[in-house]
């Protein structure tokens, strides 16, 4: 087989047959219609054979539905981010790319989508065949948001979506294509061209915090949005049992930074009373009405986070006034205390907005806002910043930085004077004598 390893063959008169053994020693062929082009082709096969650099053409032919699905089941993902990808597949790139085979896309084919999700993209949830559904309430909210954020911004409004959405499909397109690269699959990534010209300008908010005060406002509103509470508050009322749980939630997140997925999956053996913390072990990943999983934080590790005593001790009264197992749920759900709360149909869809306008707060305002809220204080409060990312559970103190760093007082002052002061000190007493001319 040596000697006939590679060769050219002339088929018919201007049909020109390559044949090469592969690197896997599989035979393979390919016609030209000329001996020059054959002879270029070759040439480059025998060198990317000997770099061990070859793609089989067969497999740059893989179509990026494929490559896709490949991908995606090769992947050990939460079920939540294994939800989100499979949308961003199935919504942003099959309808462009999905038929394509992923050695035809160049770096211009990507940033032609990217225009095209920017400027024309529709939400998850709307037709995305044609013009957003106006029966449908979400499209209305969506309007909305749209007008009221470019009035805040001093824009026209535009569709298209939004700078973020538009990263989370280019990121998993990256992936996939980094995945055929991995694969021998393409020889490279088109995805690696692109530049920051070619992405959207995504435009980071602040984030939203309360102040202590409007806290507890918001856990009274709470509560009684949950007891039907109309109007004022009636002089001497008391909150309901589920009421009163609702607005300790409310408390509860906003002075130890959890997640709403792991305020739901805190289990009272997880509690401990006599120290005044909890560990955080679980979280509630919620996928539908219907189905949920119990998952670690999301950065994979439990750490140990502290109560105020008044917090505390009001769990130590629930507990035992409740008497719960130790695998029973603090917060549970509807359906048992041994089955943790539905996030969105037993809470946050029921009472939160109506919770915030009556506590006189931004429409805007989100449960995760209460993990600002806490951030926010321990910084006012001069709490060290690896000690706030070890509470918050980041899983570097990069990311607390660019959360939270713009909180810190600009200590271009505070730098400046204390080198002033170090340099103006008196110098030490020495044995050195200047040598006299």
Known sequence: MGANRYSIQEQTPGRFRVRWY???????????????????????????IDRGEYIDPADSRRTVREMGELWLESRNLRPKTNQAYRTILDQRIYPTFGGRPIGGITTLDIVAWITYLSTEGKRVGHNNKGDADPAKSRTTRDARYRERKAERDGE???????????????????QVLGAAVRSRYLRGNPCDGLTREDLPKHRREEVAFLSAPQVARLASAVEEVVDGVEGDRPEGYRPSDRAASFGRMVRFAAQTGLRAGEVCGLRWENVDLLRGRVNVAESISTLSADEFHVVPPKNGQSRWVSMTPDMAEELRAVFEARGPQSADYVWPGDDGDELPMHWGRDFYLRYWKRAAARAALPDSLRFHDLRHTCAALLIAANVPAKAIQAHLGHSSFKITMDTYGHLYSDATDLVSG?????????AEPTNVRQIRR
């Open 418 to 426: 204390a080198m002033a002061n170090a340099f103006a000190a008196p």
């Open 22 to 48: 592969d690197d896997a020693s599989k035979r393979r062929s390919k016609t030209f219609g000329s001996r020059t082009e054959a002879k270029r082709f070759l040439n480059g096969v025998k060198a990317d």
């Open 156 to 174: 026209s409004p535009k569709g298209g979506l939004a700078p973020g959405t538009v990263h989370n499909a280019v990121r998993v397109m990256n």
